[in-house]
């Protein structure tokens, strides 16, 4: 787990606005979850034979004995939400949330126990064209902010009834070659043969990579949907390539799941995942509900907009107010006051713990400010106030105090 420093905090809060606009701009609303969630709504969502719930959840008693988890994901808590507040009953809801997540893990490079995630879901969508919208909005992210290190891969898992036929055919296979599984395949051969695919282990690759694919196991309909979203995509201009090897560590996906994925950070690695997941709402215990979504690690997000070259546009004060000589401080107060009431949205700091005037100049030229406002004894006398332009070689003038501030709205605004 880890800090999050003031000069790396500016970058993330820079990304997190921009997602976030761009997220509303399509229609999708806030919510805020607990960190807290009862242990069972993880098993029941993600499902027991999964690394998240057999290793990597932080899983605790509480003192009513009741087993709680710090949640490893959002899907299963936004669900949760919706049906525990009626928000899934004859609506449909178009959601985002963002926040802390838990894995007990080993840590990799952008990787950490403690991480950060951005969470989109839209409940109650049916057909592909929200699959669609919501690689758009991924991919309009990557294109504002200058990401271009990263590839799109999507693929289909059916629904039930394909899966299990094509579980029959995996089962049939790796059964055929069980000599050559790790110990991690084997076990996953009798409760989820499918996670054999999602295998890490160098090892295995030449195994997983000869072994049936999903796509020629589709039911009709799920080739239909998966056809009507590369048409909409094609339609749109986003560049994708099909990997039948690509599934969702997670039990609940069906049908579509993609990933975005780079190199830029050393080991291959996807930054933001997603799929249709149309069985989780009623196997959480409401009515069958479709539902599609994306998560993206934050802390992989700001490595990757930083190895893209990216750097988050600076925020210094507008103006530093430097005050010398008996009253001025307390009018300097006074005035940074007046200010922030009557510029709308400007950025005023105020000289902290006296100093000499060259001494406050350096602290003025070093906070990245626009102007100086000099307040000495004199100005204070004549009601007037000295703005010196740090950044250009404009010369320094006197301004009235009671036309401080539309001057400076005018400046700041031109």
Known sequence: MNDILPEIAGTWRYLESEVQDIVSSYGY???????????????????????????????FLDRNDESL????????????????????????????????????????????????????????????????????????????????????EINSLGVAESRASYREALV???????????????????????RILDSKNPDMQDIVAAAPVMLDYLDEESAAHFAGLRSLL??????????????????????????WITDALGSQGAVCSGGRYDGLVEKLGGRSTPAVGWAMGIERFVALFEACGGKAPPSPPDVYIAALGDGTVARGFALAEELRDRVSGIRVDTNLGGGSFKAQMKRADKSGAAYALILGEQEL????????????????ESIALENLATVLHDKLSG
């Not at 806030?30 to 899983?59: A, C, N």
């Not at 049939?172 to 499918?194: C, H, M």
């Not at 201009?237 to 560590?249: A, K, T």
């Not at 006398?381 to 320094?396: D, H, M, V």
């Open 69 to 152: 988890t710090l949640r490893p994901e959002a899907t299963a808590s936004v669900v949760r939400a919706g049906l525990t507040n009626g928000l899934l009953h004859n609506q449909k809801q178009k959601l985002w949330t963002a926040g802390p997540m838990f894995r007990y893990e080993k840590p990799q490079k952008g990787r950490y126990r403690q991480f950060h995630q951005f969470d989109v879901e839209a409940l109650g969508y049916e057909g592909p064209d929200v699959d669609a919208e919501l690689i758009i909005m991924s991919a309009r992210m990557w294109k504002r902010l200058g990401i271009d290190k990263i590839r799109l």
């Open 381 to 396: 006398s004549e009601g007037r106030i000295g703005c010196k332009p740090l950044r250009t070689s404009e010369e320094q």
């Open 172 to 194: 049939e296979y790796f059964t055929g070659v069980k000599n050559q599984l790790d110990e991690d395949s084997i076990r996953r051969l009798a409760q989820n043969p499918l």
């Open 234 to 259: 094609d339609a749109a201009g986003i560049d994708y390539e099909i990997n039948p090897r690509l599934v969702r560590g997670l039990d609940y996906y069906s049908r579509t799941v993609f990933e």
């Open 29 to 59: 609303n806030e919510i805020r979850l607990p960190i807290l969630e009862y242990t069972e709504l993880f098993k029941r969502s993600i499902g027991e034979v999964t690394d998240i719930v057999e290793k990597e959840m932080y899983t």
